[in-house]
């Protein structure tokens, strides 16, 4: 059965700091992929960064960046230079192999950028 | 990306009635997923919707409590029937992007009160 497991229920931060939200995932899937996700509060899912498990690269987006190992099954997300609105709920997702591509989530990191 | 909307955004319901919410993509897609997320909690996967077909249900879901239409590529509806305050929590569809990113974008959600 495929797992995502976020092991850090809150995280402070000071603004301009950098940030690593862990996630770690287990599934039997050669083809998988990893998501992360912030929700403010205001209750939307946006949609951050993408990695799938035959990417060599670690993906980037701006700010944000996945440390995909995948040899220890993680998908961490860093986020550079933190800013008082990055503060929210993130999730990662694991989207698996075969043809339903539903999304697995952790249970989320509620991140505090402090000023 | 897709731009999806959703209607209500919220909504205050009586125990024993029914709510039906709408989410309009802005793009033809194949599959619309319709997740839960309860007070606090995680999402988790509701059903998927393939236009002409009928939907998927996750354990722990069925349809004579969540019935589900797709009647076009673009729009989809969940209804939350015979409501108890158990199922207060925000309701959010979502689409897969396509491509080889296999991105799932969200839309804003439905925040759901029974009371």
């Known amino acids: 059965a495929q797992k995502i497991t976020q092991t850090q229920p809150g995280m402070f931060v000071q603004e301009k700091e950098a940030v690593t939200l862990d996630c770690t995932y287990d599934?039997?899937?050669?083809?998988?992929?990893l998501f992360w996700y912030k929700q403010p509060s205001s209750g939307e899912m946006i949609f951050l960064i993408y990695?799938?498990?035959?990417?060599?690269q670690n993906a980037t987006e701006g700010r944000y960046s996945l440390n995909f190992q995948k040899a220890r099954k993680s998908a961490n997300l860093v986020i550079s230079a933190s800013q008082l609105g990055d503060s929210a709920m993130y999730f990662c997702?694991?989207?698996?192999?075969?043809?339903?591509?539903?999304?697995?989530f952790g249970t989320g990191t509620l991140l505090a950028v402090q000023p | 990306s897709a731009v999806i909307s959703q209607k209500p955004s919220r909504d205050i319901c009586q125990r024993g009635t029914s709510l039906t919410i709408q989410c309009q993509v802005d793009?033809?897609?194949?599959?619309m997923f319709w997740y839960r997320q309860q007070p606090g909690q995680s999402l988790t996967l509701i059903a998927t919707?393939?236009?002409?077909?009928?939907?998927?249900?996750e354990s722990g879901f069925v349809i004579d409590k969540f019935p589900i239409s797709r009647p076009n590529l673009t729009f989809s509806t969940l209804t939350v029937s015979n409501m108890s305050p158990e199922d207060s929590s925000i309701y959010l569809c979502?689409?897969?992007?396509?491509?080889?990113?296999?991105?799932?974008?969200f839309g804003p959600g439905t925040r759901l009160t029974v009371t």
């Open positions: 979502s689409v897969e992007s396509g491509g080889k990113s296999y991105e799932q974008y």
């Open positions: 599934t039997s899937d050669q083809s998988y992929g």
């Open positions: 990695q799938g498990s035959y990417d060599e």
């Open positions: 997702a694991m989207r698996g192999g075969g043809a339903t591509n539903k999304l697995i």
């Open positions: 793009s033809q897609v194949t599959m």
């Open positions: 919707a393939n236009q002409g077909s009928e939907a998927t249900y």
